[in-house]
């Protein structure tokens, strides 16, 4: 990955269909990270350029969209390119209840402290889900249902 700053920890780029109010949130605790939302050389820009700035910028990207992102993931592999990581938001419906941001802030900064090292994400996709989500998946596997809905 190139350009870097004199930051340590771990770096992130907020999809544009998430809050800039999450980024300016985590700012505040000490993380590093931006919105697509707050640059304007961002918005409206295709996912393929998105990724590729957040992998020029050792950033990895905190999206929503699945299915737009794990394919520039695969094709990223398939070249031989390195990327600054993936955050899967479970699903919009997890996060799009009342106080979504407020959950979304402390889920991000929780995972980012739990993965101090600047390229603790690097290469690599995590799934981030919210806490009642993560309830829910396991109430229903106790009672043997093998894919939570």
């Excluded at 996912?47 to 094709?75: K, M, N, Q």
């Excluded at 889920?107 to 806490?131: G, I, Y």
Aim: proline share 3%.
């Amino acid at each position: 990955m190139a350009s870097r700053s004199s930051h340590d920890g771990v770096r992130l780029l907020l999809d544009e269909h998430i809050s800039p109010t999450a980024a300016i949130e985590l700012r505040r605790m000490g993380h590093d990270v931006i919105a697509v939302a707050e640059r304007h050389d961002l918005r409206g820009r295709p996912d393929v350029e998105i990724f590729a700035e957040a992998a020029l910028g050792g950033r990895a990207v905190v999206t929503f969209d699945v299915g737009d992102y794990l394919p520039l993931v695969h094709r990223s592999i398939q070249l031989g390119h390195r990327h600054g990581g993936l955050i899967l938001l479970s699903s919009t419906r997890s996060w799009s209840k009342g106080e979504a941001t407020g959950r979304l802030v402390a889920a991000l900064a929780k995972l980012m402290q739990s993965c101090p090292a600047d390229d603790a994400f690097s290469d690599r996709v995590e799934w981030l889900q919210t806490a009642d989500h993560a309830e829910r998946s396991s109430a229903q596997l106790d009672k043997g249902s093998r894919y939570p809905a």
